[in-house]
């Protein structure tokens, strides 16, 4: 089976800009998930979906950050204005359902100027 | 949610040699996950062991779970250069990833 597909792999923008990325889980999956890891930590969680609802979005800084997952299949997280903080790879991973192992993709490395 | 914690943070061990690394947690689980997650890529799935099971194994890794310690520990066996990686713990579905710990295998 296909994996969890992300885009742009790596992304540069200046602070204030804005940026998104799209993800597009393994086919069938109903959960999907967007993580922030800042170097030499772990992933943290900001918005986790159940087919297009909302299920945790509470790690999400909602006055910079939204996402959306249409259709219940492809989701895109868009950062507005960007911080310098914002540096990290944004990681994006599906499972068959929340009680599921999840599949991860590759992520976006966002670097702030 | 519950976050697991990854020890040591880092190790660093020679090519053929045994790795071991352990995870703590604080309340009841079904199930804990442990992920492997290479330089520059996702992370990846490697075990689930259930909470009535005390060891699983997979290939070179054992998985070995203590409730009553709550505590989890991974090992690697005859490791390879390859296993170069962090590796990060999941205590149940629901789980907030620690910093890993972070094996380097010198070949």
């Known amino acids: 089976e296909a994996g969890v597909a992300q885009s742009p792999r790596y992304k540069i923008i200046e602070k204030r800009q804005s940026v998104a990325f799209w993800c597009n889980p393994i086919?069938?999956?109903?959960?999907l998930y967007w993580y922030q890891q800042i170097l030499g930590q772990g992933p943290k969680l900001l918005i986790q979906?159940?087919?297009?609802?909302?299920?945790?979005d509470s790690q999400l800084p909602k006055d910079r950050f939204s996402a959306e997952r249409l259709k219940g299949v492809d989701s895109t997280l868009k950062i507005q204005p960007a911080k310098l903080e914002d540096s990290a790879v944004y990681l994006c991973a599906s499972s068959a359902s929340g009680n599921q192992p999840q599949h991860f993709g590759d992520g976006t490395r966002l670097s702030i100027l | 949610s519950q976050q697991g914690e990854e020890d040591p943070q880092a190790l660093s061990i020679q090519e053929g040699e045994n790795a071991t690394m352990n995870c703590s947690y604080k309340t009841s689980i079904n199930n804990l996950q442990w992920y492997r997650q290479n330089s520059g890529r996702g992370l990846v799935h490697l075990i689930l062991?259930?909470?009535?099971?005390r060891e699983k194994h997979s290939g070179r890794l054992r998985v070995t779970l203590d409730t009553s310690k709550k505590s989890s520990s991974l090992l690697i066996t005859a490791s390879r250069a390859a296993d170069t990686a962090s590796y990060f713990c999941?205590?149940?579905?629901?789980?907030?990833f620690g910093a890993g710990t972070r094996l380097f295998v010198k070949a």
């Open positions: 979906f159940q087919n297009n609802g909302v299920v945790d």
């Open positions: 086919s069938g999956h109903a959960t």
């Open positions: 999941a205590p149940g579905f629901k789980t907030i």
């Open positions: 062991i259930r909470s009535n099971e």
